[in-house]
């Protein structure tokens, strides 16, 4: 029963039932995230669905309020994943804090992802961000994304160069050369 055999339907190891319980809070705490940035439109769900002979447990499926269907996580387009996985770090943040005796996690690097968000995606993500940061949290933003340096004050810049990269605040003073 612990490796899956036997009348497991789900064919789930103990393991993996454990990491599947872990996931519904993960997806659930995500959702709140998600719904945000994404105008109510998606919201995540643990999905434990059987696909043929392999075991289930770990799916993630999303839930489209606009068509009322459910749909793979592959059928998203650029932005929405980008949507999708910020939410999913989040839950994942909130769910660890909560774990951990409410330990909070003050900050967050988002790394890339930006530029495959059309303007009003990034407009929702931005306002997303910025009510973490107002929350007191410290967000970091890697952006080769131009718009980003209009919304993003507080701003490290690397500059390449043969010599060596150079690393200055928005107020264009070098702050540290690295070779």
């Given at each position: ?10 064919k789930m190891t103990l393991g993996t039932y454990v990491l599947a319980a872990r996931l519904e809070e993960v997806t659930a705490a995500a959702t709140e995230r998600l719904q ?144």
């Open positions: 029963m612990v490796r899956g055999g036997g009348e497991n339907r789900l945000v940035m994404s105008s109510q439109r998606y919201s995540l769900e643990h999905d434990d669905t059987a696909r043929g002979n392999a075991k289930s447990g770990l799916g993630i499926r999303v839930h489209d309020s606009w068509t009322g269907k459910y749909r793979e996580t592959q059928t998203l387009s650029g932005g929405e994943t980008f949507m999708a996985s910020l939410s999913l770090a989040l839950g994942l943040a909130d769910v660890i804090s909560h774990h951990s005796g409410a330990v909070d996690m003050q900050t967050l690097f988002v790394d890339e992802g930006f530029g495959s968000l059309d303007t009003e995606t990034l407009e929702q993500v931005m306002e997303a961000l910025e009510s973490l940061r107002s929350g007191g949290r410290v967000i970091g933003v890697v952006s080769h994304v131009s718009e980003m340096k209009q919304r993003i004050t507080n701003r490290l810049t690397v500059t390449k160069a043969r010599q060596g990269s150079t690393i200055s605040t928005n107020a264009e003073r070098s702050l540290l050369t690295l070779s």
